[in-house]
């Protein structure tokens, strides 16, 4: 694993705002440098993908629109220290399903997942066992329409190189039904860019760090691998895996958030 020495200095692509430890925000990027922590502003509330300041030991991202029960939630969180690496702590009912993926010392990138009880609030709160230097990220898609028995249809792949690299390539996942919805979620921990799956429909493109990818498939067996492409030279970390319907198509919930710009509005 490389050590902090060998980890070239990012582009200043994170949000620096500096609030109380425990606030969370989302929009515009700020061009200050991680070290250089910005005058203190009025945080903005948090969306379905979110950013925390630097030091900042919670991140919070806004429900999907029109959450009932049954639905099943998937997150990624992600944290960026100096060299520490940061355990999280999930709200009530939420069940780590993958990671901690580990490229390097201080990035830590969790894949979560939650059925609905029908009582979802705004949001929700994921708490840190410190406060990453860097910062974290956050995001979340709601689907309806998924079996709850077993969401995920077998595993849960995984990439995450430990040297830094434009693209990642997702392995195969092997699902057993023919109509499940595969999902992919991305994070490149320098910039994004124009991140794109060939197949898959983007989702979501969040803090201009995470993507959220799916697809739907028609037939059981090997997906074959996917490679996301569209990155800068960076570490990665990233998600593949199939859902498993209810009845119909899965679909997404309303997103319901606000474009700020930096991140790409999709509505369902």
């Given at each position: 694993?490389?050590?902090?020495?060998?980890?070239?200095?990012?582009?200043?692509?994170?949000?620096?705002?500096?609030?109380?430890?425990?606030?969370?925000?989302?929009?515009?990027?700020?061009?200050?440098?991680?070290?250089?922590?910005?005058?203190?502003?009025?945080?903005?509330?948090?969306?379905?993908?979110a950013s925390a300041s630097s030091g900042a030991t919670s991140i919070t991202v806004n429900s999907s629109a029109g959450v009932q029960r049954g639905d099943v939630i998937f997150c990624y969180v992600g944290t960026h220290d100096?060299?520490?690496?940061?355990?999280?702590?999930?709200?009530?009912?939420?069940?780590?399903?993958?990671?901690?993926?580990?490229?390097t010392t201080g990035i830590e990138s969790y894949l979560f997942q939650h059925i609905s009880d029908g009582t979802d609030g705004a949001s929700y709160t994921f708490n840190f066992s410190g406060g990453p230097y860097y910062g974290s990220y956050a995001s979340q898609?709601?689907?309806?329409?998924?079996?709850?028995?077993?969401?995920?249809?077998?595993?849960?792949?995984?990439?995450?190189?430990?040297?830094?690299?434009?693209?990642?390539?997702?392995p195969a996942v092997s699902p057993v039904g023919s109509s499940d919805l595969l999902v992919a979620f991305v994070a490149d921990y320098e910039f994004l860019g124009t991140p794109a799956i060939t197949g898959m429909t983007e989702e979501g493109f969040f803090n201009s760090i995470d993507a959220i990818f799916d697809q739907q498939l028609t037939s059981s067996g090997s997906t074959g691998t996917r490679t996301v492409t569209g990155g800068s030279s960076s570490f990665?970390?990233?998600?593949?895996?199939?859902?498993?319907?209810?009845?119909?198509?899965?679909?997404?919930?309303?997103?319901?958030?606000?474009?700020?710009?930096?991140?790409?509005?999709?509505?369902?």
């Open positions: 694993m490389m050590t902090k020495s060998n980890f070239r200095i990012l582009r200043p692509i994170f949000i620096t705002v500096a609030i109380a430890a425990a606030a969370t925000v989302s929009g515009c990027q700020s061009k200050a440098p991680p070290s250089t922590p910005q005058a203190a502003q009025a945080p903005t509330p948090p969306a379905v993908g100096n060299a520490a690496n940061i355990t999280v702590t999930t709200p009530t009912g939420w069940t780590l399903i993958a990671g901690p993926l580990n490229p898609i709601t689907y309806h329409g998924v079996n709850n028995a077993t969401p995920v249809d077998g595993n849960v792949t995984t990439a995450s190189p430990t040297s830094v690299t434009t693209s990642i390539v997702l990665w970390a990233g998600f593949l895996f199939a859902v498993t319907p209810s009845r119909g198509v899965i679909q997404p919930r309303d997103h319901g958030r606000v474009d700020t710009g930096f991140d790409r509005l999709f509505y369902r």
